[in-house]
Each structure stands twice: as C-alpha cells, then as structure tokens.
C-alpha cells in the first residue's frame, strides 16, 4: 500500500513571496490532516478535512493561508504572503475515517522562509 | 501552549540498554498514541492505547496507558542504532466535544552515545 505522498520535499522562498504545498493520501482514506512543525516542537493541526469539507480549520491562519481539496482526495496548502516565521516542516497526515485516531503521515515539505 | 509534557527531553543510549520516557498531561485523555520521527520523515505510528492500565507491544516497544488516564509510558528493550529519533505521544484534544484532532508532545530526542 503506497503511503501519503507530497511535493515538494524542500522549498526555499523570500518573505511576501507565495508557495503552495501538495499531498496525496492513503488510497481510500476520507480524512485529510495539514499540521505545521517548527523546529523542536511536535505538529500542530492547521486544518482537517473529511472528504471534500473542512472539519477543523480553528489554527488555521487564515490571513495568509489557505487549503483545499476539490474532489476529496489530493489536497494543497497555500501561503500567501509567507512570514519569516512560517519556516517549518508541513507535514499531511491522513485517516481512514473521522473517527479514527490512527493517522498516518507523509515525509512533509521543509520550508525555509529568509 | 502544549497540553502533553515529555519527559526526557533528549536522552542518550548505548546499543543494549534499556530506554524508557514518558508524556504527561494535566487533562485525562482516552487515547494514547506514540510515534517515532526519523530526520527527514514524519512520525510513524508505533502502539495505540484505547484504555486505561492497557499494556501494549510492538517487538522490542512496549508501552502502558496510565491508570489516572493522565500519563503514558514508552520503554524500548535491548536498544539498537535505528532506535535514534524523536519519540512523539499525542492524544485526541481533551478540550474538544468531538472529532479526533490530536495534540503532540514535545517530543524525546533519543541519540546514540558517542
């Protein structure tokens, strides 16, 4: 079974400037995850999705972020203007169902914001 | 802030050895999950715990699901050098009436002694 997959893995951006993040989950998993890890510290949800609508998109920045995912199945993330402090690894995780706590994550896309 | 405390930060081990850590809350959580980050990756689900006093393997991982549901403990026996990484304890968010959003720990950086 292929795993969560996104691109790209490493991205390097200049403040102001806009970047998009792309994710590919578990075949046949309805529940899609965004989490944002800085340097040091465990993940933090962004935004959550079952199939098509968002769940939970409470820690969502949503002056400068955005996500989405159309058909229910591929998501992407975008930053638009990026921040200094937005610098962190984006990692997509995906579930079988919203009631499962099991999630599984993809290898995340590292930004660097300078 | 983090709801989850982990204890060691970091730690040291000697191929071998015996390693434990352990996640605290100050909230009770009905759900216990560890996960190892390799550099480069995102975390891998490595045991769930659904109750209280449950006591769970996986090879050479063992981990238990404290009876005051507010802590959880993971030990590692005979360590090898892939055991190096970040252990994670996440739980469902106490805070929240439904869904399943987990929050993380800080994590505890196991290293290799030199």
């Known amino acids: 079974e292929a795993g969560v997959a996104q691109s790209p893995r490493y991205k390097i951006i200049e403040k102001r400037q806009s970047v998009a993040f792309w994710c590919n989950p578990i075949s046949g998993h309805a529940t899609l995850y965004w989490y944002q890890q800085i340097l040091g510290q465990g993940p933090k949800l962004l935004i959550q999705?079952?199939?098509?609508?968002?769940?939970?998109d409470s820690q969502l920045p949503k002056d400068r972020f955005s996500a989405e995912r159309l058909k229910g199945v591929d998501s992407t993330l975008k930053i638009q203007p990026a921040k200094l402090e937005d610098s962190a690894v984006y990692l997509c995780?995906?579930?079988?169902?919203?009631?499962?706590?099991?999630?599984?994550f993809g290898p995340g896309t590292r930004l660097t914001v300078t | 802030g983090q709801q989850l405390n982990q204890s060691p930060q970091s730690m040291f081990i000697q191929e071998g050895e015996d390693v434990s850590m352990n996640c605290t809350s100050s909230s009770i959580f009905n759900t216990w999950l560890w996960y190892k980050q390799d550099p480069g990756e995102g975390p891998v689900l490595l045991i769930a715990l659904y109750k209280a006093g449950e006591l769970t393997s996986n090879g050479r991982l063992t981990a238990q699901f404290g009876i005051t549901r507010k802590d959880s403990f993971l030990n590692i026996s005979a360590s090898i050098p892939s055991d190096v990484g970040i252990y994670f304890c996440?739980?469902?968010?106490?805070?929240?009436?439904?869904?399943?959003?987990?929050?993380f720990g800080g994590g505890t950086r196991v290293l290799v002694k030199p």
């Open positions: 995780a995906s579930s079988f169902k919203e009631s499962s706590y099991e999630q599984y």
């Open positions: 999705f079952q199939n098509n609508g968002v769940v939970d």
């Open positions: 996440a739980g469902p968010n106490p805070f929240k009436a439904a869904g399943n959003k987990l929050t």
